[in-house]
């Protein structure tokens, strides 16, 4: 079975600019959670979907956005950017949504750098 | 918002040598999870713990659901470099809460 693929892997953009991230869960995985990870704050997390609704959300600016289609693959979108934007977005999948006993599997990230 | 506490940041160890590191917490969780991530890589999940007290092992790694539901370890007997990386705890409180991170324990392994 495919592990959760993510795309870009890198991206360099400026400030200002508008961004868009994508995330391929698991097959039949039908939760999708995004974080930003950086040196300073580790794990953030920025928000989960589950059928194709925004479930639970972070503490982040509405510059962070996201949404979750039928087939449960999922995109987050980040608009004018910012210097402390620049990090590796990770999304995880897991098969329910927020059961204790349901594991997250993470994709490899996207590598944002902003300049 | 809410982090574990994991320590240590940080080890510099011999190849061959056992390693241990901890998560802890104020609050109580359900479900313990330990990662492992390396360099530009997305984490990978270790250990899965779902029940206070269970101890569960996966080959040389070892990790344990505290009795009061507040820590977490993780053990790594006879190292090799390959352990490299960064390990992370992650604890689930249930319901509609979010997974909650510790900050990483960063693994140098010495040959």
């Known amino acids: 079975k495919a592990g959760v693929t993510q795309t870009p892997r890198y991206l360099i953009k400026t400030r200002g600019q508008q961004v868009t991230l994508s995330c391929s869960p698991i097959s039949g995985h039908r939760s999708v959670s995004w974080y930003q990870q950086t040196p300073g704050q580790g794990l953030q997390f920025l928000f989960e979907?589950?059928?194709?609704?925004?479930?639970n959300k972070g503490n982040f600016p509405g510059r962070f956005s996201g949404r979750q289609f039928s087939n449960s693959r999922s995109e987050m979108n980040v608009s004018t950017l910012e210097l402390g934007d620049s990090a590796l977005y990770l999304c995880?999948?897991?098969?329910?949504?927020?059961?204790?006993?349901?594991?997250?599997?993470f994709g490899p990230g996207t590598r944002l750098t902003v300049l | 918002g809410q982090q574990l506490n994991q320590s240590p940041q940080s080890m510099f160890i011999q190849e061959g040598e056992d390693v241990s590191m901890n998560c802890t917490s104020s609050s109580i969780f359900n479900t313990w999870l330990w990662y492992k991530q390396d360099p530009g890589e997305g984490p990978v999940l270790l250990i899965a713990?779902?029940?206070?007290?269970e101890l569960t092992s996966n080959g040389r790694l070892t990790a344990q659901f505290g009795i009061t539901r507040k820590d977490s370890f993780l053990n790594i007997s006879a190292s090799i470099p390959s352990d490299v990386g960064i390990y992370f705890c992650?604890?689930?409180?249930?319901?509609?809460?979010?997974?909650?991170f510790g900050k990483g324990t960063k693994l140098t392994v010495n040959p």
């Open positions: 713990l779902y029940k206070a007290g």
């Open positions: 995880a999948s897991s098969l329910a949504f927020r059961s204790d006993t349901d594991t997250q599997y």
């Open positions: 979907y589950f059928s194709e609704t925004q479930r």
């Open positions: 992650a604890g689930h409180k249930g319901g509609s809460e979010k997974l909650v």
